[in-house]
């Protein structure tokens, strides 16, 4: 077998979600692949069929992703669900979070199935950051009560990064070994 192509495609509003795909790219890179990593928010799209696997990754606000990924997954469910792929969802509801926000959450991810037609995406949470530099005044306000609600200790002037990266790692090996199975 040559190398196997994966695209990682994906959506980010304050950079969480490139640094998470960044990530993956170097950790897949690292067992072989050869990876594509586009930025749907900048205008970067690509053709599914040119891959052997595709990763979307996406973050969320207010309950819903980034638009430019919605509209892709939607555009190319029909590759996607007959290829090996898989769906990274960035969010800070995975943080601690109660029985009504993993229902929440788990409802943002099947919605988000169902609207695309991507009804095979094989779905992982990932914790995302709060950075209250990037945020405008009402932003700001709203994450200071998310992380006082989650008990989070947010220092004046520094970025919260609640992900978890070694269990991110862990994330990339399986993805690429269930990859690499259906190759
Ligand atoms: C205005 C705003 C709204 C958010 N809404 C949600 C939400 O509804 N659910 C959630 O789990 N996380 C929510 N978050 C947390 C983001 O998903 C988290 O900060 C993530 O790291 C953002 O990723 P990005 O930097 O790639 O955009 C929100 C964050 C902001 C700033």
Request: hydrophobic fraction near 45%.
């Amino acid at each position: 077998m040559g190398h196997m192509n994966i695209l990682i495609l994906y959506g980010t509003t304050e950079g969480q979600t490139r640094k998470v795909c960044a990530f993956l790219a170097e950790r897949l890179r690292a067992k072989g692949a050869e990876v594509t990593l586009n930025d749907a928010t900048a205008g970067e799209g690509a053709d599914p069929n040119a891959f052997d696997a595709a990763i979307l990754a996406a973050s969320l606000h207010v309950g819903q992703y980034q638009r430019a990924v919605v509209d892709f997954a939607r555009t190319h469910h029909a590759r996607l669900n007959a290829m090996p792929s898989a769906f990274v969802s960035v969010s800070l509801a995975t943080v601690d979070g109660d029985a009504e926000e993993r229902e929440s959450l788990a409802s943002c991810t099947e919605n988000f199935k169902a609207y695309t037609g991507w009804t095979g995406a094989e779905v992982h949470h990932v914790a995302g950051a709060i950075r209250l530099a990037a945020y405008d005044f009402f932003r700001r306000w709203v994450m200071r009560l998310v992380a006082w609600e989650k008990k989070l200790k947010l220092q004046p002037g520094q970025d919260l990064e609640l992900t978890d990266w070694p269990a991110l790692a862990n994330t990339a090996d399986a993805l690429y070994d269930r990859f690499a199975r259906a190759a």
